[in-house]
């Protein structure tokens, strides 16, 4: 997994509270494996008709913001279903930062594993930087992990991140990074916890 | 004297393995559900060339992507035919038990596992699924993962999470004729929003949550992912021991007497304190459809759709404008008054018999005036209603009677509501294009599907049921 620090880049503004993960990306993709090319089809009903013609009004396919890294939407972003290959869509379209109010607990949780950064910004503060970029489209965003701040023009936000997403964050790590050091211990609760709870193991009849 | 402990707390420290000065915990997993969308997971492990640790605790279903018509022992999609046959691949080169396409028991994951006796209370469950939360109806702690953590579990029958916070939703009060535990959750969801439950297990309680049915649980802890719950609860009581019991994978004998006991005691502390309490009065819950694009887009049958014009809050309007547009609803409609055009009753909120028996007894003796598809939870439970003689109220109602699976939920078999088509649903989204691009999705509980498909436009079912038994 990727590291994260610092990142400057344009930033695309979605409006669209609760926009769920069937929207980043529609089910009918999900036969897909990561390599067919996720970050073609991210948002493929939002950023196209049935037809298959771009949708002029999305913001994403607007000339300043086509290809930004840095995605800033409403509450609740990402929530419904877990399927963590929306975040691989996002991060293989480019995006390596959303920032929204809030975000769905699974969505979240798959972005860390992933090296996608999911800041937090209050309602008010998500619709200021918002309308900075609405005023200059190809303003840059800096994002700081570290210092946990959005430079937006002469604007500096502070953001919030589960600390410990942020330590992993920085460092690259993943789930397995972490867990290799407590085989013992896993090993040990098991053996307790058979004769603990018994009936926690299935038998079949 | 111990601290007084809630639900969570008691199931949390069960599960325990490391907890790190930072709050990170290692918890032990008991059951880990896979199924086919399960196969990134499943390649990493390939990747690295490693077995799964805990077979025996691993339990495999096809459900996502299986037909629901047509033959099933020969997959006319080839793509589809794939995604089936690597879920068997999968767990039979790890040695996990699969109930596959061919296998009785055979069902959608989270009506499987409770039916099966594999979910049982105070169980640490998890599966790459969202509607995990499902499970938690029986007293477990079950949730939805992405892959990389289904990996994870895979590898080491383990997880880091960090302890949510704790979140008590009272509903008391007797509820009136023909509201179910679908019009509790969406009434719940309307009221705290779609996001209100974010980062918090909730646990259920209250007189009226007691009153309902296991499979009313199971509807209403299905949906608390759709108020942003990590998880949902309910404790265990008599009604929870007397459904396991005699469960094919449930403790048997005197170790089924001893697991009771021990159930026993996983309910909150009386004075256990809670980061937020939410209290609903059951009695004045009406039966509830959605209008829009979310689930919190909630209102009561007799209610009308938002008027954007009425509305101050600019963002607000602009929302409802779009949602109604989606939904190609004009503003301040009486729901009522919207035509449907085809209704599906299935999906892991609402297939149990429970939920076939409250539609079919709506439907009895009268047509659908639109067309629809009746997909029953497991395989098992298409069988019990064949028994009953349901199958048979569906089909004289004009509606098809389908295989069991994910079905027109999700409509990744195929399964789809045609674009621009109002479907009157049992499922838990109705997000833009989720059951087909273009699909208009109305969410309520199966005696309001069949309501809807009585009258041709969503309806309450309230006068249906009179003389009935609802």
Redesign the interface.
């Known amino acids: 997994m990727q590291k994260f620090g610092k990142l400057t880049a344009t930033a695309c503004p979605i409006?669209?509270?609760?926009l769920?993960t069937?929207?980043i990306l529609?089910?009918?993709y999900?036969?897909w494996?990561?390599a067919m090319g996720l970050g073609k089809v991210l948002f493929q009903?939002l950023r196209f008709d049935?037809e298959g013609k771009e949708r002029p009004d999305f913001s994403i396919n607007k000339s300043a913001w086509r290809g930004a890294k840095i995605v800033i939407g409403a509450?609740?972003f990402g929530?419904?279903?877990?399927?963590?290959?929306a975040?691989y869509a996002l991060y293989d379209y480019g995006i390596r930062v959303v920032i929204a109010p809030?975000?769905?607990?699974?969505f979240s949780?798959?972005a860390v594993?992933?090296g996608l950064v999911t800041a937090i910004v209050t309602d008010e503060e998500a619709?200021e930087i918002m309308a900075a970029l609405e005023r200059t489209p190809e303003l840059s965003l800096t994002i700081d992990l570290e210092q946990q701040s959005i430079v937006c023009g002469n604007q500096v936000y502070h953001f919030s991140i589960?600390?410990?997403r942020r330590?992993r964050l920085l460092n690259g790590w993943?789930?397995?990074a972490?867990?290799k050091n407590?085989d013992d211990?896993?090993a040990t609760?098991?053996t307790q916890?058979r004769a603990r709870?018994?009936?926690?193991?299935?038998?079949?009849? | 004297m111990n601290q007084p402990q809630t639900l969570i707390d008691k199931l949390w420290a069960a599960h325990e393995v490391v907890c790190r000065d930072d709050g990170e915990t290692l918890l032990w997993v008991d059951r880990h559900y896979v199924h086919e969308g399960s196969f990134h997971a499943f390649n990493r492990l390939a990747e690295r060339g490693v077995k799964v640790a805990e077979p025996g605790l691993t339990f495999g279903v096809a459900d996502h992507y299986v037909p629901t018509r047509g033959s099933r022992s020969n997959i006319a999609v080839p793509e589809i035919a794939r995604m089936v046959r690597q879920v068997e691949e999968n767990t039979a080169k790890h040695g996990v038990k699969l109930f596959g396409l061919e296998d009785p028991r055979q069902g959608i994951v989270h009506v499987v596992g409770p039916e099966q006796g594999l979910t049982v209370p105070g169980l640490l469950i998890v599966c790459g699924d969202s509607h995990t939360s499902t499970h938690g109806a029986l007293g477990a702690y079950a949730f939805g993962i992405g892959a990389s953590e289904v990996a994870h579990v895979l590898m080491t029958q383990t997880i880091w999470q960090k302890k949510p916070r704790r979140m008590r939703i009272t509903v008391d009060g007797r509820a009136a004729p023909g509201i179910t535990g679908k019009d509790i959750i969406l009434a719940i969801i309307a009221h705290i929003g779609a996001d209100g439950a974010t980062g918090c297990a909730v646990e259920f309680a209250g007189s009226a949550i007691r009153a309902l049915s296991i499979e009313g649980r199971l509807t209403l802890c299905n949906m608390s992912i759709e108020a942003g719950a990590r998880c949902g609860m309910v404790a265990p009581d008599a009604k929870t021991f007397a459904y396991l019991k005699g469960r094919p994978y449930a403790p048997k004998a005197s170790d089924f007497d001893r697991a009771v006991e021990e159930w026993s005691a996983l309910a909150s502390d009386c004075d256990a304190a809670f980061d937020r309490e939410v209290t609903l009065d059951a009695a004045s819950i009406a039966p509830i459809v959605t209008w829009g694009t979310s689930p919190e887009d909630a209102l009561p049958i007799d209610a009308n759709v938002p008027d954007p014009a009425r509305e101050p809050d600019e963002t607000r309007a602009k929302y409802l404008r779009e949602a109604l547009d989606y939904m190609g609803i004009a503003p301040g409609r009486k729901l009522t008054d919207i035509a449907v055009d085809r209704v599906f009753i299935g999906s892991c909120t609402n297939s149990r018999i429970e939920d076939l028996r409250a539609a079919a007894a709506v439907l009895s003796g009268r047509r659908s005036k639109v067309p629809g598809l009746v997909s029953a939870g497991s395989s098992l439970i298409k069988r019990q209603a064949e028994e009953e003689g349901l199958d048979r109220i569906f089909r004289d109602a004009g509606l098809e009677w389908g295989e069991s699976g994910c079905s027109m939920c999700v409509g990744i078999n195929g399964d789809l509501v045609a674009p621009g088509e109002r479907c009157a649903s049992t499922t838990n989204r109705n997000f833009r294009g989720r059951q087909g691009p273009g699909a208009r999705t109305h969410l309520m509980s199966p005696a309001m599907v069949a309501a809807a498909a009585v009258a041709g436009h969503l309806a309450d079912v309230r006068p249906l049921l009179v003389g009935r038994k609802g």
């Open positions: 409006k669209q509270a609760n769920n069937d929207q529609p089910a009918r999900l036969k494996t990561r009903d049935a509450r609740n929530c419904g279903s877990s399927r963590e290959a975040v809030s975000f769905g607990d699974i949780g798959n594993q992933n619709a589960d600390p410990v330590t993943d789930d397995l972490l867990t407590y211990r896993i609760f098991q916890d709870r018994p009936w926690a193991i299935p038998r079949p009849d």
